[in-house]
Each structure stands twice: as C-alpha cells, then as structure tokens.
Nanobody, 128 residues
Framework: QLQLAESGGDLVQPGGSLRLSCAAS????????IGWFRQAPGKEREGVSC????????YYSDSVKGRYTISRDNHNNTVSLQMNSLKPEDTAVYYC?????????????????????WGQGTQVTVSS
C-alpha cells in the first residue's frame, strides 16, 4: 500500500524552529510533485510549499515565504520542511502530499490543493 508518513511535529515557542520530514513507502517520489499542506481549526486548508521533481522548482505561500524551506532527497525517498521563525499562526496539522508531476507543477499543486496521496498529518503547535 502506497503511504506517506510524516514526522517532526511538536510544540515550539514563537521564534523557534522545527523540521518536518516525510517518507514514502511502496512507491518512489521521483515523478511526483511533493509538498506540504496545513489545516488549522476554523481556517481554510493552505498549500504551504511544494517542489517539483524535474527542475527542483518550488512554491511557497506568502505566509511562509522567507521562513520555510522545502527540500527533497530522491535517493532516500523523503521530503523535508525546515520551518524557522515560527509564529502562533503557523499552528496547524501539516500534511505531506504527492501528486503526479506529469500533470501538474509545484505551484499548481499547492494553489489548487490537489494530491494523489496524503500522509496522516503531524501537529505543529507554536505557543509560549
């Protein structure tokens, strides 16, 4: 069964950092746009960041641009999200996603919030 498994969610103080990781099993990420969506209570789902497998092009939402960095390791079949300067409004469940890169781009996946595969989600809480 194809799976994405996130890790790294935690409670952190404002201004702190976290690194989320996502590992794929039973399929390779080589031909997938992979990224992170987040969902906070009472808020709309947001495409935080996505990355293409072909040219490494990335997309970041305006709310995280300059603070988050997405990276992928095709050899290890993983994707990571480095989150710095965290704010209380970053509190959410973060989901790792993957979409067939033959039919989309990093920007389209994140903006349209479309995905072929989803992880279970990992909770990030930013609070003092």
């Amino acid at each position: 069964q194809l799976q994405l498994a996130e890790s790294g969610g935690d409670l952190v103080q404002p201004g702190g950092s976290l690194r989320l990781s996502c590992a794929a099993s039973e399929f390779t990420l080589d031909n997938y746009v992979i990224g992170w969506f987040r969902q906070a209570p009472g808020k709309e789902r947001e495409g935080v960041s996505c990355i293409s497998p072909f040219d490494g092009s990335t997309y970041y939402s305006d709310s995280v641009k300059g603070r988050y960095t997405i990276s992928r390791d095709n050899h290890n079949n993983t994707v990571s999200l480095q989150m710095n300067s965290l704010k209380p409004e970053d509190t959410a469940v973060y989901y790792c996603i993957a979409e067939d890169a033959r039919i989309t781009t990093a920007r389209h996946t994140c903006v349209r919030l479309t995905a072929d595969y989803w992880g279970q989600g990992t909770q990030v809480t930013v609070s003092s």
